[in-house]
């Protein structure tokens, strides 16, 4: 999900609110916040707070939230994650550091141990940050050795990797623990769901929520001419918003839907004239109405 702000960069709860409900009438089946499209890089230990507690409150237990952690300590993380421990979240989606000193993967399999040890929550690999990338070995050994890490969100458009997680999870032990593997491969969720993805938590899942939950349904049905329908509409959709202010160009699709979502926390610049109209050209096509 987003996060809303408001012209002070402050959150506007209603707003957040509001889109939870949305996202609850599009009948997607989890929630997934402060993550990069929510700008949980920018936000505070109490603003996380904020935002899942508000979040956890709308869902009423409905359907699975988890909360996104962005920061560069194990003792951020870990202080980030207590806040929320309480709330009823399914897991927490932990990003290896991302300042750019990688530590070595023994480090960040002893990171993501106490995280999960000292929250008591499960925790999600969100594998996306460029200089702290784990391989899909690395990421299937940290799985294997830590019992509190249940999965990866494979993001970087690495496709390739996604379909070698899939693959090196078929082991005995892996198998047992049930680990799932997300895709954030916003451009390619369609063979992302045909290769096996346990499901997705992506920008554009936020979007077009709607679209996103048809495309599932399809797959699982195996009706993959519809399914190749949708995908395309989403191709051209994410070609759209796929620029450094990702946030903020998802904001302006929830905009141009009638949706509110704010506006995006300075320094990112809001939509561009010209982002905006190729977003509008993408959301316009008659195939939108032709598969919804």
Known sequence: MITPFDAEGNIDEGLHRTEVRQMLAANVHGLAVCGSTGEGHTLTTDETLKVTAATTEEVKGRIPVITGIICNSTQAAIERGKAVADLGVAALQVTPVHYLFRPD????????????QATGLPVIIYNVVPWCYLSS?????????????????????????????????????L????????????ALLYPSFTLGAHGAVAAILTAVPECCVELWNAVQAGDHRRAERLHKNLLRLWNAIDHPNLPANVKTVLRLQGRDGGLPRAPMPQSSLEQEDEIRQALDGSSWADVL
């Open 105 to 116: 993967d023994d480090a960040l399999s002893r990171h993501f141990d106490r995280i999960a």
């Open 137 to 173: 070995k690395s990421l299937a050994r940290i799985m294997r050795r830590v019992d509190g890490v249940i999965g990866v969100k494979q993001s970087a458009s690495d496709l390739k990797a996604l379909a070698d997680l899939l693959l090196l999870i078929d082991s005995h032990k």
């Open 175 to 186: 198998r047992q623990k049930r680990v799932r593997i997300l895709s954030a491969v916003d």
